[in-house]
């Protein structure tokens, strides 16, 4: 075979403009004057790595926000990126200075005692460049797409003395001038002009920029040539809207990969985009966003937590981050928070700079006042710090070191397999009589095992009947490995979770109660189980007991290896609660699955 061609969709440029507010203590218009007297004398401001200074705006819609704006940078590796990390924390901290020196304070967007919290309500700006009309198209669609996830992941609430309001943003939920964005048929210009009529016949506005994604970019923010994203609320740190920054970069890599293989972005829904978005503004990463089942009409609503929306979209984007060398540490302040609260036991870990603000606030009643927080802001080393992943640390260290092993692996991408097409082919004889594990061995013409996700989305299905359910069961358990469904079950949401479980599990004869981490599959609750699952297929091994022993159940079950007769174990559930007298509890369920007669076992 002859290599003919080998195509990489490399980074093209964006613009960063990094939004904060201004507040004046005491003063009701102070904050107004203040941004109009900096903006007629601005402080100079350093470049950055492509040698064009940083400029520092406003904005009549934001008469109390300022703007830095990078110009075109390009963010194509890491060391790039930590240059322009760095002279965008200088310029912040020099604007930092300057208000102060004029009397005022730069804050984080969102300060509740601000008299009029609206006007200093505001966005980063992400613009990125693009070569052609069908790149612009297709950008501005995928961005589209994932509306809701993305401002899950990025949404700034009010903060005050007494903490952070709950929900998603702040800005979104106020904004009379932004609105979700349309389908893009193509970027011609008598298509957009129909857009453009649309806007005005569904929501009173004629231009393009008012939409999440402005397809033509925005003029005031020398970005009329890019397609600028609108979703992400301004972050209170120059390495959260880096990390952002990264994110628009992958994305954009990836309609370039669709426009070159001449694919399109599929046309969700208006309604459901707009439902989702809605979701997202007013709950954030707590957020169940409706799934899109346009091609299963049959079916009944399907939802997913904002959260595993969140981890689905990173895990697509891994292709363009390795591509972009991104790092561990670029990607810890978006990536491993939400993988932590999606797959650890523990709770309280920092997803986004709405939780980091909360966390700070509860372990010191003062971290949120606004000179500590101005003081921040006027330190670049403070701005380019991991937050989120310093606060990680100290809610779970051992989960925080696990996930940046994984993350870091995710990143190193699979491993190469060799080319073994050449070589002789082992004797299948001896495999099959050196493996004798039950699901090893699969029949001619057998479907391969079903995954974790495939078997909760079958399940999901209504009025399922209950030898589907154990033919379900039973095409899991053929898997490899450790079945485990806890992770998978709490990427679902709560109340769908619930529902699976009700669906799981088996009826009240064949659930074993335990008292105690068993010794053995020859232990008289262990034996029982076994009978009931041998009789009916399936059984339940609950545990009930102080939250500290949860793990010595789970040590115990890993110590009395594999059930006899090719019976297989499954977590269902492994939490903690809170009973009476505020006692905290642990629960832990195993399902006890048996093979079919003479065909699994």
């Given at each position: 075979?002859?290599?003919?061609?080998?195509?990489?969709?490399?980074?093209?440029?964006?613009?960063?403009?990094?939004?904060?507010?201004?507040?004046?203590?005491?003063?009701?218009?102070?904050?107004?004057?203040?941004?109009?007297?900096?903006?007629?004398?601005?402080?100079p401001?350093?470049?950055?790595?492509?040698g064009?200074?940083?400029?520092?705006?406003?904005?009549?819609?934001?008469?109390?926000?300022?703007?830095?704006?990078t110009?075109?940078?390009?963010?194509?590796?890491?060391?790039?990126?930590?240059?322009?990390?760095?002279?965008?924390?200088?310029?912040?901290?020099?604007?930092?200075?300057?208000?102060?020196?004029?009397?005022?304070?730069?804050?984080?967007?969102?300060?509740?005692?601000?008299?009029?919290?609206?006007?200093?309500?505001?966005?980063?700006?992400?613009?990125?460049?693009?070569?052609?009309?069908?790149?612009?198209?297709?950008?501005?669609?995928?961005?589209?797409e994932?509306?809701?996830?993305?401002?899950?992941?990025?949404?700034?609430?009010?903060?005050?003395?007494?903490?952070?309001?709950?929900?998603g943003?702040?800005?979104?939920?106020?904004?009379?001038?932004?609105?979700?964005?349309?389908?893009?048929?193509?970027?011609?210009?008598?298509?957009?002009?129909?857009?453009?009529?649309?806007?005005?016949?569904?929501?009173?506005?004629?231009?393009?920029?008012?939409?999440?994604?402005?397809?033509?970019?925005?003029?005031?923010?020398?970005?009329?040539?890019?397609?600028?994203?609108?979703?992400?609320?301004?972050?209170?740190?120059?390495?959260?809207?880096?990390?952002?920054?990264?994110?628009?970069?992958?994305?954009?890599?990836?309609?370039?990969?669709?426009?070159?293989?001449?694919?399109?972005?599929?046309?969700?829904?208006?309604?459901?985009?707009?439902?989702?978005?809605?979701?997202?503004?007013?709950?954030?990463?707590?957020?169940?966003?409706?799934?899109?089942?346009?091609?299963?009409?049959?079916?009944?609503?399907?939802?997913?937590s904002?959260g595993?929306?969140?981890?689905?979209?990173?895990?697509e984007?891994?292709?363009?981050?390795?591509?972009?060398?991104?790092?561990?540490?670029?990607?810890?302040?978006?990536?491993?928070?939400?993988?932590?609260a999606?797959?650890?036991?523990?709770?309280?870990?920092?997803?986004?700079?709405?939780?980091?603000?909360?966390?700070?606030?509860?372990?010191?009643?003062?971290?949120?006042?606004?000179?500590?927080?101005?003081?921040?802001?006027?330190?670049p080393?403070?701005?380019?710090?991991?937050?989120?992943?310093?606060?990680?640390?100290?809610?779970?260290?051992?989960?925080?070191?696990?996930?940046?092993?994984?993350?870091?692996?995710?990143?190193?991408?699979?491993?190469?397999?060799?080319?073994?097409?050449?070589?002789?082919?082992?004797?299948?004889?001896?495999?099959?009589?050196?493996?004798?594990?039950?699901?090893?061995?699969?029949?001619?013409?057998?479907?391969?095992?079903?995954?974790?996700?495939?078997?909760?989305?079958?399940?999901?299905?209504?009025?399922?009947?209950?030898?589907?359910?154990?033919?379900?069961?039973?095409?899991?358990?053929?898997?490899?490995?450790?079945?485990?469904?806890?992770?998978?079950?709490?990427?679902?949401?709560?109340d769908?979770?619930?529902?699976?479980?009700?669906?799981?599990?088996?009826?009240?004869g064949?659930?074993?109660?335990?008292?105690?981490?068993?010794?053995?599959?020859?232990?008289?609750?262990?034996?029982?189980?076994?009978?009931?699952?041998?009789?009916?297929?399936?059984?339940?091994?609950?545990?009930?007991?102080?939250?500290?022993?949860?793990?010595?159940?789970?040590?115990?079950?890993?110590?009395?290896?594999?059930?006899?007769?090719?019976?297989?174990?499954?977590?269902?559930?492994?939490?903690?609660?809170?009973?009476r007298e505020?006692?905290?509890?642990?629960?832990?369920?195993?399902?006890?699955?048996?093979?079919?007669?003479?065909?699994?076992?």
């Open positions: 075979m002859t290599l003919v061609a080998l195509y990489r969709s490399a980074p093209l440029r964006q613009r960063i403009s990094k939004g904060y507010s201004v507040y004046v203590p005491g003063h009701g218009r102070g904050a107004e004057e203040l941004v109009g007297s900096l903006l007629a004398g601005p402080p401001l350093p470049a950055g790595p492509s064009q200074p940083h400029t520092v705006r406003g904005s009549a819609r934001a008469r109390a926000a300022l703007w830095v704006d110009g075109r940078v390009s963010l194509h590796d890491p060391t790039t990126r930590a240059r322009t990390a760095e002279a965008l924390a200088v310029s912040v901290a020099r604007v930092a200075a300057d208000v102060r020196r004029r009397g005022g304070l730069l804050l984080p967007t969102g300060w509740q005692q601000q008299p009029d919290p609206l006007a200093g309500l505001c966005a980063d700006l992400h613009s990125a460049e693009v070569l052609n009309p069908v790149q612009r198209e297709v950008f501005t669609n995928l961005v589209r994932h509306t809701a996830s993305l401002i899950a992941l990025g949404g700034r609430q009010l903060y005050g003395p007494g903490g952070v309001a709950p929900g943003s702040a800005r979104l939920s106020r904004s009379f001038d932004q609105v979700s964005t349309r389908y893009l048929d193509s970027c011609a210009p008598e298509h957009l002009e129909r857009v453009r009529t649309r806007l005005r016949q569904e929501e009173r506005v004629g231009r393009l920029e008012v939409m999440d994604v402005s397809p033509l970019g925005m003029p005031e923010a020398q970005a009329g040539e890019d397609v600028t994203v609108r979703l992400f609320d301004a972050q209170v740190t120059v390495a959260g809207t880096l990390a952002h920054a990264l994110l628009v970069q992958a994305l954009s890599m990836w309609s370039r990969d669709l426009e070159r293989t001449g694919r399109r972005v599929r046309q969700v829904p208006q309604f459901l985009l707009e439902q989702n978005r809605a979701r997202a503004v007013a709950h954030g990463l707590a957020a169940e966003l409706r799934v899109d089942q346009t091609r299963r009409t049959e079916e009944p609503p399907r939802t997913q904002a595993r929306a969140v981890r689905t979209l990173l895990s984007l891994l292709p363009y981050l390795r591509q972009l060398d991104a790092t561990t540490d670029e990607l810890a302040p978006f990536f491993l928070g939400v993988e932590m999606g797959s650890a036991a523990a709770s309280g870990f920092v997803r986004n700079e709405n939780d980091l603000l909360a966390h700070w606030h509860r372990e010191d009643r003062t971290a949120l006042a606004p000179e500590r927080l101005a003081q921040g802001l006027a330190t080393d403070w701005l380019t710090a991991d937050h989120c992943g310093v606060s990680n640390r100290a809610v779970g260290h051992g989960s925080w070191a696990a996930a940046r092993v994984w993350l870091t692996d995710r990143l190193a991408g699979p491993a190469p397999q060799p080319d073994r097409r050449h070589e002789a082919q082992p004797d299948r004889r001896h495999e099959a009589q050196r493996d004798r594990r039950p699901e090893s061995r699969r029949e001619p013409g057998r479907p391969a095992p079903l995954t974790a996700d495939q078997l909760l989305d079958r399940l999901a299905r209504p009025d399922l009947p209950a030898p589907e359910v154990m033919d379900a069961l039973r095409s899991y358990c053929r898997a490899g490995g450790t079945l485990d469904l806890t992770r998978p079950l709490r990427s679902r949401g709560r769908e979770a619930r529902a699976l479980r009700r669906v799981l599990r088996p009826r009240a064949q659930r074993v109660r335990c008292e105690k981490p068993p010794v053995s599959w020859d232990d008289a609750t262990a034996t029982r189980a076994l009978r009931a699952a041998g009789e009916q297929g399936v059984a339940l091994m609950h545990w009930d007991l102080p939250a500290q022993d949860r793990a010595r159940v789970r040590e115990a079950l890993r110590g009395m290896g594999r059930a006899p007769g090719g019976v297989r174990t499954v977590l269902l559930t492994d939490t903690n609660y809170t009973a505020d006692e905290r509890r642990g629960t832990v369920e195993v399902l006890l699955v048996a093979p079919r007669e003479g065909t699994d076992r």
